[in-house]
């Protein structure tokens, strides 16, 4: 596991993602990159799911149809301004609900059926990546499932990250705007905070060691959640006694 210093980086990316940042390069890459993860998402839940908490969920505009294969989708970021604009959006549905990470972590234990935490560990320590799935795990109900995606091996570049948005973009047909973005990238303030703080990466013995130590059966997925195929899904399962 590369480290990288502990409060001040997860501040300081929390303070970007709580603030107005321009992460996708057009609307159609936004809608798409969204499509592709709730897909992703609802193809790893079995029918008639119980609680599913899509955490650290950012927009997730992809919600009404992960709500759709479960009793209930509790969105939950560690951004307050996301957190807000959730509420606005998904204030009329029966089965979404918008919730901080404090409370998550007082919901009952064993009764969470999947706990789907998607692009996110990149941006915690070690140890609160550590902290945090031991703090989730005892939600989890027998059987239940931590869905830790888009894990960021140690051999991972930039350039393969750029190669899969193109790539991506190539698919999707919005080649053109993913060139200017890039390049709007390469001068924006998550290049700055990413040069400055850097990305937390972990092999996939490190994820399952976490997972293990946590007695938890950890695997690696076939596919990663979403379009780079570069990085890495592990399902962390609680088996039932
Ligand atoms: C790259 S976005 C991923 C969003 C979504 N999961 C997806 O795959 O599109 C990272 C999100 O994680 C949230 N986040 C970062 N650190 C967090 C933390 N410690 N607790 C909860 N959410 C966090 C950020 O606010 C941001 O919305």
Redesign the pocket.
Same mark, same amino acid.
């Given at each position: 596991m590369r480290t990288i210093s502990g409060e001040e980086n997860?501040l300081n990316? #929390?303070d970007f993602?709580?603030g107005n940042h321009s992460?996708y390069v057009c609307e159609k890459h936004r809608q798409r990159?969204?499509e592709r993860?709730g897909a992703d998402i609802v193809q790893r839940l079995p029918p008639e799911t119980g609680i599913v908490i899509?955490?650290?969920?950012?927009e997730?505009l992809s919600a009404p149809q992960v709500a759709s294969r479960c009793h209930r989708l509790i969105l939950? /970021?560690?951004?307050p301004s &996301?957190r807000d604009r959730l509420s606005e959006w998904h204030q009329d549905a029966a089965n979404i609900d918008v919730m901080s990470?404090e409370e998550v972590l007082r919901m009952d234990k064993g009764s969470v059926d999947c706990i789907i935490i998607?692009? &996110?560990l990149q941006? #915690?320590a070690p140890e /609160?990546t550590r902290n #945090?799935l031991q703090d989730l795990s005892p939600l989890l109900a027998p059987n239940g499932r931590i869905i830790v995606g /888009?894990i960021i091996p140690p051999d991972h570049t930039v350039l393969a990250d750029a190669g899969a948005l193109l790539h991506f973009a190539w698919q999707e047909q919005f080649m053109t705007e993913a060139m200017i973005g890039l390049m709007r990238t390469f001068l924006s303030d998550y290049r700055k905070i990413r040069a400055t703080y850097g990305l937390t990466c972990y092999s996939a013995d490190d994820i399952t060691a976490i997972g293990t130590r946590l007695g938890l059966k950890t695997q690696r997925t076939a596919l990663n959640i979403?379009h780079d195929q570069g990085r890495m899904t592990f399902e962390l399962q609680r088996v039932a006694a």
């Open positions: 997860a990316w #929390l993602w709580n992460i990159h969204h993860i899509d955490y650290g969920c950012g997730a939950s /970021d560690g951004a &996301v990470p998607n692009s &996110v941006y #915690l /609160d #945090l /888009d979403g």
